[in-house]
């Protein structure tokens, strides 16, 4: 059983006649570096405000919030691009949902908003673990200093808990570009479908596997590095880092 | 906004989902994780080897796995699987194995790189003493490792090894890239397909999802309280 390998492949015409098969990499590459970009923005967002919630006074307030990350984390990710992509559309309003649908990039819409609250409820939780973790002292020295609530929050809380889980962010960063390829079941053509589209043109299986495999791995070589150097420029003295070592999850 | 919502679909079909797609999605996920478990703990083992070799060989096997997407993988062993099993019976053409067979083994050595880390963090959990309370008692490293190690790191890292395994289960969702394999999302959006009622089967498929995933976790949740080794 022998494979015909041919690694000049990457730098052969694709069928649309002016760029390389390298291009057509490279052009997925934006799709997954915008996507993930993107998303990480939104789901730092929406993750630090729920992750505060959680670990508020307020009773109701904290179910809700415990409620978003319970549904958010449940449904397996291409379900909830589905839901964006097919189901959103069909229960808002006819207008809206017509408007949704002829966006000019709806299926890049659609996978940043289900890839954004996919990670959101994945970082709340990182968010109130790393508030959690605090001394409980600290939350007492700010309200004794005369900060209110939100203050204390904004001057004490979330800088200290923020900078003890950099390592578990650095994961889930690491893990935002590779959920993007999920976009691909949507019809983003991300870095893997771009990889899926070179294959059914040239039977090069496994050449273009390889050479999105090798961009997987440089990306994630770089946010490894960038973590290690930002964990060392903010580190608080005396306080130690929980560590890089990330066990299950993805 | 649920006007013209259509239960009658979700009725007709909901049989053949759970005994085809759901079945299959469960069988998957146990012999996956079980798989996935053996491996990972061996790759545990090689990861903590003093071997310069084996260890480096297994770190490298972890830290690829664990860059890359799992749809990536997926196409990888898709495309590879029937390729090596030409390779290993010696045939000319490419040995179909079948879509459970291909899916297995595609989760069983993703999953390993996943499940191998929490067996690590577990192992290193064990106190140095015990180990070399093995050693006194005069066992070898195979005897150490399989009755005074292991044990615990298993039992420690129970609810952790659970957490992943309901991951492995919503992981086996993403088979519908490939089309031809009757997991429970690829078979309802079949279904959904044919009779053009996306909206009804893929808010099922949610509900599912969400109700099996949320009463797991909480039946791991309850465990962990029960395993915890009081020290």
């Known amino acids: 059983m022998h494979y015909n390998w041919n690694w000049g ?6 069928p649309d006649g002016v760029s390389t098969y390298m291009d057509t990499l490279l052009a997925g590459l934006k799709w997954t570096l915008a996507l993930s970009i993107s998303a990480w923005i939104m789901a730092l967002i929406i993750g630090t405000v729920i992750g505060t919630i959680r670990t508020m006074p307020n009773k109701w307030a904290v179910r809700v919030a415990n409620g978003y990350v319970e549904l958010f984390r449940n449904i397996p990710l291409i379900v909830q691009m589905f839901l964006w992509y097919f189901v959103m559309p069909e229960i808002v309003p006819a207008g809206i949902g017509n408007w949704l649908k002829s966006l000019p990039n709806a299926s890049f819409v659609t996978a940043f908003l289900a890839l954004g609250f996919f990670t959101s409820s994945r ?3 990182q968010v109130s673990a790393g508030i959690n ?15 209110t609530l939100p203050q204390t929050y904004r001057y004490v809380l979330l800088p200290m808990s923020f900078r003890i889980i950099i390592p578990s962010l650095t994961n889930e960063f690491a893990a935002i ?14 870095l ?17 596997l390889t050479g999105a495999t090798v961009i997987y791995v440089i990306i994630s070589g770089i946010a490894l590095l960038l973590a290690r150097w930002l964990e060392k420029a903010i580190a608080i003295p005396g306080f130690i880092a929980s560590g890089s070592a990330n066990t299950g999850g993805h | 906004m649920f006007s013209n919502f259509d239960f009658d679909v979700i009725q007709r079909s909901w049989f053949y989902l759970f005994t085809t797609g759901m079945k299959f999605t469960l069988t998957l996920t146990v012999v996956a994780m079980i798989g996935g478990i053996l491996f990972g703990t061996v790759l545990a083992m090689m990861r903590l080897s003093h071997n310069k070799v084996i260890s480096f060989v297994a770190t490298s096997y972890v830290n690829l796995i664990r860059s890359v997407p799992l749809v990536l993988v997926i196409f990888w062993f898709y495309f590879l699987v029937p390729f090596i099993g030409a390779w290993i019976t010696g045939a000319s053409q490419p040995v179909q194995v079948g879509a459970f067979s291909s899916a297995l083994i595609t989760f069983i050595l993703f999953e390993a790189a996943y499940y191998c880390e929490i067996m690590r963090s577990g192992i290193q959990s064990i106190p140095r003493g ?4 093995g050693y006194a008692l005069g066992m070898n490293y195979w005897q150490m490792m399989g009755n005074v190690v292991l044990p615990q790191a298993f039992r420690n890292m129970i609810p952790i090894l659970l957490t992943q395994t309901i991951v492995l289960f919503q992981d086996v969702s993403l088979v519908y890239v490939l089309g031809s394999v009757p997991d429970f999302v690829t078979v309802a959006s079949k279904i959904a397909q044919r009779d053009g009622r996306l909206v009804e089967m893929y808010m099922f498929v949610a509900v ?7 009463g797991l976790s909480t039946l791991v949740k309850k465990l962990q309280q029960r395993v915890a080794i009081i020290r």
């Open chain 2, 130 to 133: 015990q180990i070399s309370a």
């Open chain 1, 9 to 14: 492949i990457f730098w052969q015409e694709s």
């Open chain 1, 177 to 190: 570009i590779k959920n993007s390829s999920v976009a691909l079941t949507i019809g983003l053509v991300e």
């Open chain 1, 133 to 147: 973790a605090l001394p409980r002292g600290q939350k007492l020295a700010g309200t004794a200093l005369g900060l």
């Open chain 1, 123 to 125: 970082i709340a939780v």
């Open chain 1, 192 to 208: 893997t479908a771009a990889t899926y589209s070179m294959r059914e043109f040239t039977f090069q299986t496994f050449e273009s």
């Open chain 2, 208 to 214: 599912v999802y969400f109700v099996m995933s949320f």
